[in-house]
């Protein structure tokens, strides 16, 4: 996804949950050990999935490709 700043494109860059995150890399909402995510943090997720799935998808089978 490309957003547009100050009048500059910046890309958006889509992190999983296990990247601590940064200001310029941040992660998608996790809930502490024993509570539940509140729902709109998991509608927020379900789109970040979402939009990193066929990523996903397709470097598994890039690597596939090149492993064999």
Request: charged share 25%; with cysteine.
């Amino acid at each position: 996804m490309v957003s547009e700043k100050r009048g500059a494109p910046q890309l958006e860059v889509l992190t999983d949950k296990g990247c601590t995150g940064t200001a310029a890399l941040p992660s998608p909402p996790s809930n502490a050990p024993g509570t539940e995510l509140p729902d709109k943090h998991k509608k927020s997720n379900k789109a970040h999935a979402a939009l990193r799935a066929p990523v996903e998808r397709t470097i598994s089978r890039i690597r596939a490709c090149i492993e064999s």
